[in-house]
C-alpha cells in the first residue's frame, strides 16, 4: 500500500486544517488506517485511526473532542479535520495502515505503510 498525505501549512491558533492521505495497492488486509504526529526532539505519538471496514475511530486523549478522523471508501482517502489547534499541536503529522485491531491502533510498530509526513505549524 502506498499512501500520499496533503494539507497542513502554517496556522494561528484556534485555526483549523484538513489533513488527507490518499491510499492506492491491494489494501485487502489492511483493517484500520491512522495518523501519528512527531514534534521536533520528540517521539512519534498516535493522534487519531479509524476502521476502514467498520464503525470504529479511536482518539488520542489530548485531541478529543478537536480532531476528527474519516474513511472515504470510494477515494481511498483517510482525512483528518483538526479544530482549535494550538501551538502544541505543531508537529510532522504522518498517516499510516494497518492490519490490526483497534487494540493495536495506537502503536506505532503495528503499521505497515507510512505516508511522507505533512508539517502542521501553529502560531500563538
Known amino acids: 500500500v502506498q499512501l500520499q498525505a496533503s494539507g497542513g501549512g502554517l496556522v494561528q491558533a484556534g485555526d483549523s486544517v484538513r489533513l488527507s492521505c490518499a491510499a492506492s495497492g491491494r489494501m485487502f488486509t489492511t483493517y484500520g488506517m491512522g495518523w501519528f504526529r512527531q514534534a521536533l526532539g520528540q517521539e512519534r505519538e498516535f493522534v487519531a485511526g479509524?476502521?476502514?471496514?467498520?464503525?470504529?475511530?479511536e482518539y488520542a486523549d489530548f485531541v478529543k473532542g478537536r480532531f476528527s478522523i474519516s474513511w472515504d471508501n470510494a477515494k481511498k482517502t483517510v482525512n483528518l479535520q483538526m479544530n482549535s489547534l494550538k501551538p502544541e499541536d505543531t508537529a510532522i503529522y504522518y498517516c499510516?495502515?494497518?492490519?490490526?485491531?483497534?487494540?493495536?491502533?495506537?502503536?506505532?510498530?503495528?503499521?505497515?505503510?507510512w505516508g511522507q509526513g505533512t508539517q502542521v505549524t501553529v502560531s500563538s
Open positions: 499510516a495502515e494497518t492490519p490490526y485491531g483497534t487494540s493495536y491502533w495506537a502503536h506505532a510498530d503495528k503499521y505497515r505503510s
Open positions: 479509524i476502521s476502514t471496514s467498520e464503525d470504529r475511530t
